[in-house]
């Protein structure tokens, strides 16, 4: 039981255990506030996107922070998974009352389609590396965004009817259109709750963490401090990579199946460059590698323009100014030794007393 | 002291090593990079036991040898065997399964991580566990990763690391540094181990000590190794064969004695004798 005790609080796993206990006390208190006070409607609505781009920055860091490649396509693989699981979900409702076994479903279809996909690109883009890998990426995005604009795709009693051009699917009386172009998915029945995506980022936090502490986390994080070094004690370079690409491609894919099933109406257009971007942002400025930072930087930077929403046009100029502030002060040397020096001091009065001689 | 003998292919290896497979020989060995030649007609033998040192005035060709041998360049020709099999095609992962390990002129650590993780890093391949059972940490990612541990302790140990198990490697004492890229490189299980410039650095004293490691490695891991030096009396005490590099050719081969006498080495690399203290 101590033994026990001393592994969740030791050095090396110490920021995991803060995880997961930001993530289950942050869902008590906001359950606890809406079950007694209550909460207003527009922050009900940002519960469930707020899970989602934890999940998908989440999953952005394992490729960017972990394995240390820029990736910029990461709402590609959002796109993936959220029109997957839509799809899904549609083509079940007849047959499967229960919500939540829908849901379950279509963010698992979601994350495998999209983990394929994954497997598909990495084997490109891995063969690049920098800046090259990023334009691939950000090729690949577009390139999804592209192609889900142009799918028309009904289901009615003869079957599903699909096509490139809008006309070409006529359905029979009773039936559905699921994806009719640049307008997507439309008349989705909301099927995503704040529970789910609690437990989709406890299950990504799960992932990510159990991954980074075995021998592949190793093998990943070698291969991007030393690619030579790494080779010359028989690290595969290209596997290695690729694993944490396709994981990463698996949970963005969830994520994005959660948000699909979300609203009642989703475009593609929606899974656009910008948002990759806006992922990308909550991971750097959360901290390469730190997953808790993460979380953090995605809860405030998600939730922050809309708390500025009452400014109206001053909205975006306020927050972009915040988003450099930020910047500034998490590069500034000095300021980081002291919250350095100060998370020592903390440690070292806590750790006292529950003797720490697990080495 | 070191008698040599001569293989039936007329290379001549130490007595101790004729009756098996050398550890490694290559063949006309060579590289160009665009018009230049670097390294021309390499051949080596070297027995499964043996120190050799391959020396040369900057400039030689003798990193570039090491990056053919690890295939991190690819040869423009020749043939390169390791205890028999021909790595002349394989990638620079399997040159290293094949028995291949090596270290940097310039230290290559994965410095971000623990001393522990590098050499448990270098122990992958010889662990056995998937992805799945890695998220859902199975009995047996427990199973594996407590023996792992152990046998990366176990190999710390030998070299006096096991109390910096846990510190970052970046931060380490450069003679450290050197040492666990060693130990990195032994932990693969290598049979022919390749260190480049290891005494880079390194006071008489540390140099000492890494001679004592050095022979220590060798009879307690069984291993052959070559080593590239600058440090002639360290290259003089350790090595029972000698290879001179100069403009990316031998220019002579022997024992520490043939080379110390030897007339065209000393005109391209020794300038005059001298007296080592």
Request: net charge positive; charged share 15%; hydrophobic share 45%.
């Amino acid at each position: 039981m101590e033994k026990m005790f001393k592994k969740i609080f030791d050095k090396k796993h110490i920021s995991r255990t803060v995880s997961y206990l930001i993530v289950i006390v942050g869902y008590i208190i906001i359950q606890l506030m809406m079950n007694t006070v209550g909460i207003k409607n527009l922050f009900k609505s940002l519960l469930v996107p707020t899970c989602c781009y934890i999940v998908a920055a989440l999953s952005l860091n394992l490729v960017v922070g972990v394995s240390g490649e820029l990736s910029l396509g990461h709402s590609g693989f959002m796109s993936v998974g959220a029109f997957a699981g839509i799809l899904v979900s549609g083509l079940l409702e007849p047959y499967l009352a229960m919500g939540w076994l829908r849901l379950l479903i279509a963010m698992l279809v979601g994350g495998v389609i999209a983990g394929i996909v994954g497997l598909l690109i990495s084997i490109p883009v891995l063969k690049l590396q920098g800046d090259y890998l990023a334009i691939v990426t950000l090729a690949f995005c577009q390139i999804i965004k592209s192609l889900l604009n142009n799918i028309y795709l009904g289901v009615d009693n003869n079957g599903l009817h699909f096509s490139f051009v809008q006309n070409k699917v006529v359905l029979s009386n009773g039936g559905r259109m699921l994806l009719s172009g640049p307008m997507g998915a439309t008349a989705t029945t909301r099927l995503a709750t704040f529970t789910a995506g609690f437990l989709l980022i406890l299950f990504a936090l799960l992932i990510i963490y159990n991954l980074t502490y075995s021998r592949f986390g190793r093998t990943i994080m070698a291969a991007r401090d030393n690619r030579i070094a790494a080779e010359s004690v028989g690290i595969h370079i290209r596997n290695t990579k690729m694993l944490a690409f396709v994981i990463s491609a698996i949970l963005a894919g969830m994520s994005g199946a959660l948000f699909g099933l979300n609203y009642s109406t989703l475009q593609p257009a929606k899974f656009d460059f910008n948002l990759s971007i806006l992922i990308l942002v909550y991971v750097v400025l959360g901290g390469l590698g730190n997953m808790t930072g993460t979380i953090f930087a995605t809860i405030i930077l998600y939730v922050l323009p809309e708390l500025l929403r009452g400014l109206q046009d001053y909205r975006m100029l306020i927050y972009s100014m915040i988003l450099i502030l930020i910047m500034l002060v998490t590069n500034n040397q000095s300021l980081k030794e002291k919250v350095e020096a100060l998370i020592l001091k903390i440690k070292t009065r806590f750790l006292k007393k529950g003797s720490v001689a697990n080495d | 002291m070191t008698k040599l003998v001569q293989y039936p292919s007329g290379a001549y290896v130490l007595e101790r090593d004729a009756y098996s497979t050398p550890v490694l020989e290559t063949y006309h060995l060579g590289i160009d990079f665009g018009g230049l030649s670097a390294v021309n007609n390499f051949n080596i033998i070297v027995g499964p036991t043996e120190i050799s040192g391959l020396i040369g005035p900057n400039g030689a060709g003798k990193t570039t040898v090491f990056n053919l041998l690890t295939k991190v360049y690819q040869p423009s020709k020749g043939t390169i065997l390791v205890n028999g099999h021909d790595t002349s095609k394989m990638t620079t992962v399997d040159v290293n399964k094949a028995g291949v390990a090596r270290t940097f002129q310039n230290i290559r650590l994965f410095e971000k991580m623990s001393v522990i993780d590098n050499v448990k890093v270098a122990m992958n391949n010889s662990m056995h566990y998937n992805p799945l059972s890695a998220i859902f940490r199975t009995p047996k990612y427990y199973r594996e990763e407590k023996r792992i541990h152990q046998k990366a302790l176990e190999l710390l140990d030998i070299f006096n690391m096991s109390d910096l198990a846990n510190t970052e490697a970046g931060s380490l004492p450069y003679g450290a540094q050197r040492r666990l890229e060693i130990v990195r490189a032994l932990a693969t299980k290598p049979s022919l181990l390749l260190l480049d410039e290891p005494a880079a650095g390194m006071n008489p004293n540390e140099t000492k000590e890494l001679m004592a490691t050095i022979r220590n490695i060798r009879d307690k891991f069984n291993i052959a190794i070559i080593l590239i030096e600058h440090d002639m009396s360290l290259v003089m005490n350790i090595c029972e064969g000698i290879a001179v590099l100069n403009y990316g050719r031998i220019i002579a081969k022997g024992t520490p004695k043939d080379i110390q006498n030897n007339p065209v080495v000393i005109e391209a690399y020794l300038g005059k004798p001298e007296k080592e203290d």
